[in-house]
């Protein structure tokens, strides 16, 4: 309020408006006070370094509004409209606190108002205003009428306030200058020039009495106000939260590795997992509190474009819901019944539907990490509950006895070496590089045709390399994201224990799941290894002409796996090898990148039915087909087998194969004689 609004409204309004003021702030404040004593109900979270670092990433993240930039596609542009939005909330914010809480509160109004900062930021104000209104037009046509699938139920009165407000806002701040202007009380000094939105808006009150337009213009001042006191209060109790929540949910981020779990002491732990909503961690409270239900991560979500029970959104949603119900009482410790999370608030099938591809993760534009919430949930039934699809404890109970998952495989760990020139470290460690071959790759039959294809390349390219053999077992990705941390941590030691004895230090493995459990896993247990992918070590080789490739006509598609690509930022090197080979022409799938689709096989699902919905590796190979290309080409033998089955499954054997880029390379590498 300035002194010259201070004076058309009076003693009796200057003084009423500082009464609701401090009335709507004292609100705010006891809610946020409330909102943080429940949030810290949850579990002691890790603590956090870098505290500088992390403060100016979030500012820039926020203010440069690259939570929403980035997750702007070609089929959405819905992210430009909110980073329109968030800019002009904060131009009116830093409004209110430089013009009003410190010029009114410190008696600077007079000073500030006559300097030239005040006089641009009027003009910045009154153009950026209408950019907000029509904005807020476009959200309210497309969430109410369009209603894009994301936002399907999401057409509630809480929304629809919000927009109001949004709307309202910058339209009674131009009509409150323009009647001011009217009055011959421009929002600075007379002479200069007025901003002109409102200037010309002021045309409008000319043949008005000045009785009239005084009356207008202080009702445009007070529901100007009476607006920004509401949203105040409503912040703390609606979506709006987002906006307080976010920036501190950018801050608090995971300091790990992307995708890499928290893990759990065995020695110290009282419970496993999350059996309730206090076992949550503060963290993950916080995560729950910056929802805005965009529904970008349900857009992503390969599990509930398959028709599965889970969605990413809902899911937290249905967190945050039951949270609140429980919270008064969990902070009063009354002894009320407290809802199980695994079963009764979240359902099972919603549980296990998850195949951990991090697009979830990856979209959310406010950092909100949901994988690690179903996990939790996983290990509460499996670790305390004993509560597993039977195929998960079948696999789970394999690595258990035989340090593998496949149950019924009459393999061993060396038969897939049969022919070829492969070093055991039993025999000799002197090797530069131990090739980790993976569950997969060594003991089931189609993905056994990736090993030896990399084998017959390395060999071919000099590298000197070698293999465990009987010695390899589990990384334990399957067991850690079915939910047995207890079985994980087991095979990390043993497996840990064996490297170190062998002085192994380089790794490469074919297997993205291995790869990204030696690589960001390992090393919060003490194992520390140069760990590399086999596209990244044969795309290197062929840069350098330690491998030459002879033409190949065909047409490929390439499939990112989620682990190589989503966890590991791996997308360029696969494309690389495709394109250095003559005569191949690469046609890429819609869905690439960081939009990938997922295979299906993830989170330990490829041991566990798919009897809900479509089956998501035949969606993935329907896209495919879409390219027309003869080969879906891809980097990890999850996706290969998932792929291998849909394709028979879809009866189009003919039309398409898929095949491993070793595979490829193999097939085209020249032998030098």
Known sequence: MSPLEATYLGISGYIIFWILTILAAGMFLLRIAKLIRYMFLGQKEQTFRRLIRRGLSAIVITLGQWCQLKGISLKDKAGIGHVILAWGFSVFVI??????????????????????????????????????????????????????????????????????????HPLTHLFKIATGIALNHPPFSLGATLPPLSSTLSNLFNNLSPDSIQIAHNSFFWTHWLIILFVLVFITYSRYLHMLASLFNIFFRSPLPKGTLRSINLETAETFGSAKIADLTWKQILDLYSCVVCGLCQDACPATASGKQLNPKALIQDLKKHFLIEAPSLLKKTDNPIKM??????????????????????????????????????????????ILPENAEQALRCIEDRGH???????????????????????????????????????????????????TILNQAGISFGILGKEESCCGDPARRLGNEYLFQMQVEQNIKT?????????????????????????GFGGQFEVLHHTQLIGNLLRGKQLKTSPIENTITYHDPCYLGRYNDIYKPPRQILNSIPGIKVNEMGERNKRSFCCGGGGGRMWLEENIGSRISEIRIEQA?????????????????????AIKAKGCELSMKAMDIAEIVAQTVVTES
């Open 95 to 168: 409004f209110y606190i430089v013009f009003i809480i410190i010029g009114t509160g410190f008696g600077l109004s007079e000073n500030l108002e006559h300097s030239t900062f005040f006089f641009y930021y009027s003009w910045i104000m009154d153009i950026i205003s209408p950019i907000v209104i029509f904005v807020t037009l476009l959200a309210i046509i497309r969430r109410y009428v369009i209603k894009p699938p994301r936002l399907k139920g999401e057409q509630t009165a809480e929304a629809m306030i919000i927009l109001i407000t949004v709307l309202l």
């Open 341 to 386: 999370l695994p079963g009764e608030v979240i359902t099972q099938d919603t549980i296990w539907a998850c195949t951990t591809c991090r697009a979830c993760d990856d979209v959310c534009p406010l950092f909100i990490e949901h994988i690690d919430k179903i996990i939790d949930l996983r290990r509460n039934l499996v670790m305390e509950q004993a």
């Open 405 to 455: 998952p496949w149950r019924g495989t009459m393999a061993s760990r060396t038969d897939w070496t049969e022919g070829l020139e492969i070093k055991s470290v039993l025999e000799d460690c002197d090797i530069d590089f131990l090739l980790w071959v993976g569950c997969t790759g060594a003991l089931e039959e189609r993905s056994i045709k990736i090993s030896r294809s990399l084998s």
């Open 499 to 523: 490297l170190n004895n062998y002085g192994i230090r380089k790794v490469i493995t074919a297997c993205p799941h291995c790869y990204n459990t030696l690589k960001n896993e390992y090393p």
């Open 625 to 645: 087909l879409k390219t027309t290309a003869k080969i879906i080409a891809t980097s990890c033998p999850f996706c290969l087998q998932m792929f291998d089955d």
